[in-house]
């Protein structure tokens, strides 16, 4: 039996890239079910590990900067992170 036969030797990456092409795609998908949903992008990303049975961690490298940034300023909203300086717009 080969590792790609047992489902116990799957990786996260094969599981999340069965399902998304890249990592554009995912945070796509994490952003509309965000907005489907109506709640924030980071909680959207958790629920979604929770329900692949996945700990965030192992998503990270198929967050894109721009969701990246999303999930920064909700957790400095949270006071989860310590906040940045933004320049002012």
């Known amino acids: 039996m080969t590792d790609e036969q047992d ?11 069965r ?7 995912f945070s796509i ?3 509309k079910e965000a907005v489907k949903r109506r ?4 909680e959207a990303l958790l629920d979604y590990c929770e329900m692949k049975g996945i700990e965030p ?11 990246k940034a999303k ?6 909203e949270m006071n989860l992170l310590k906040k940045t300086a933004k320049l002012p717009v």
């Open 29 to 31: 998908h994490i952003e």
């Open 7 to 17: 489902p116990k030797l799957l990786t996260v990456e094969y599981l999340i890239t």
């Open 71 to 76: 999930i920064q300023a909700e957790a400095e």
């Open 39 to 42: 709640i924030g992008c980071f």
């Open 57 to 67: 961690v192992a998503v990270a490298t198929m967050i894109t900067s721009s969701l």
């Open 19 to 25: 399902e998304f092409t890249n990592s554009t795609d």
